[in-house]
């Protein structure tokens, strides 16, 4: 089976307000002190609510294989992958699609490419999940502006941790690639919600509507509920790529 191929999305970014050694110590930094394991959503995984054995993210992880069935994805890529909670459970559930023992046809195999800026979490989750169809790379997308060539960028609980320049660059960067879809984090609001920001490099966290000022993205075409029990706001639009490049290229 032939691997994902990456391509190097030439942006012209300008210059960046942190460097990357400031965004990764600010997430080796949050996964050191266990900051997400403490939080009001009893989060059974170091990178947040994503738990699926125990029923955390089970929303998320079906809204997810509803999207791959859908538009037919054969690749994914996985910004960030964190600790591998929830790709491992996204990864056991494409196995078990792509095992079929009735004597049909089973579907194609979905390859995968997680992406992270911690090292340790990239060498724990090559070590557990690395195969021919699945890899995962240590990288800071902001900074390298590049992102693994798939059908689908899949993006969950990364977004609201960034500040809005680099949340901006990073889909723009989507919007850049090669993918056909992208399945990104945002927040179900009112008209009277207004996005704040927060420090860049912080690992710190406020609701962010990527349908409302600076990103104002359309509509999505579609919007799954998170189901989140803190927050019922938490949500994974699904955009064509073209939307994106449309509005923000």
Not at 69 to 77: C, D
Request: charged fraction near 20%; aromatic fraction near 8%.
């Amino acid at each position: 089976m032939r691997c994902v191929a990456w391509t190097l999305c030439s942006l012209a970014a300008g210059a960046l307000a942190h460097s990357s050694s400031d965004r990764m110590y600010a997430f080796e930094r949050v996964y050191k002190e266990g900051r997400w394991t403490r939080g009001a959503d009893g989060a059974l995984c170091s990178s947040g609510w994503s738990n699926v054995a125990s029923g955390q993210g089970v929303a998320a992880l079906g809204a997810l294989l509803s999207v791959i069935k859908m538009i037919g994805a054969r690749s994914i890529a996985d910004v960030p992958c964190g600790d591998g909670c929830f790709a491992g459970a996204l990864l056991d559930a494409l196995s078990n699609r792509t095992s079929d023992t009735s004597g049909n046809l089973a579907p194609t195999p979905v390859e995968y490419v997680g992406v992270d800026i911690v090292h340790r979490l990239i060498d724990d989750n090559r070590q557990r999940y690395g195969s021919n169809a699945v890899h995962f790379v240590q990288a800071d997308v902001i900074s390298s502006s590049w992102i693994p060539n798939a059908d689908l960028v899949f993006s969950r609980q990364m977004l609201q941790h960034m500040c809005t320049d680099d949340a901006l660059r990073f889909i723009r960067l989507v919007a850049h690639s090669s993918a056909k879809y992208a399945l990104l984090t945002t927040f179900e609001t009112d008209d009277s919600f207004v996005n704040t920001d927060i420090g860049c490099a912080s690992g710190d966290y406020r609701a962010q509507d990527l349908t409302k000022p600076p990103f104002s993205l359309p509509r999505p075409m579609m919007l799954f509920s998170e189901e989140y029990p803190v927050d019922r706001r938490v949500a994974l639009g699904l955009w064509p790529v073209w939307a994106l490049r449309r509005r923000l290229l």
